[in-house]
């Protein structure tokens, strides 16, 4: 396993994209419209960054309204997404995807409950 992206929550992913281009020099390697939100991906070199912007309300929205914007989660990525699962149900981890689903990028992902993870909601992304 290793380390795919950081998920950054925002209201505002094309003027934060185009922030972090010019400071850093990142650039956009995909962008989409998901699941009620504009995902940008900017390519870090050995990861990405991913902006997500609510289009709609649901968990990004809810997640602005509460916390503001920031670093909403972490994913790593794996090449067999059942078996990491599985070893979280193992290590007594909470699930909040007990099946992988569809995620950005035409990828399957799953989510591990922050309560059991120091906080951190973690995602699992296989490519």
Avoid at 61 to 90: C, K, N, S
Wanted: with cysteine; net charge negative; charged share 25%.
């Amino acid at each position: 396993m290793q380390f795919d992206h950081a998920g950054i929550a925002t209201d505002a992913a094309a003027e934060l994209g185009d922030r972090y281009e010019t400071l850093f020099g990142l650039e956009i390697a995909h962008e989409e419209t998901f699941d009620g939100m504009r995902v940008v991906f900017l390519d870090c070199g050995n990861g990405y960054l991913e902006l997500l912007e609510p289009l709609e309300d649901g968990t990004i929205a809810q997640y602005l309204d509460d916390h503001g914007a920031g670093i909403h989660h972490l994913a790593f990525a794996t090449d067999d997404i059942e078996g990491a699962l599985e070893r979280a149900r193992e290590n007594d981890v909470r699930l909040v995807d007990e099946e992988p689903r569809p995620g950005a990028w035409g990828h399957s992902v799953a989510f591990l409950h922050p309560t059991d993870t120091g906080g951190v909601l973690i995602e699992f992304v296989e490519h």
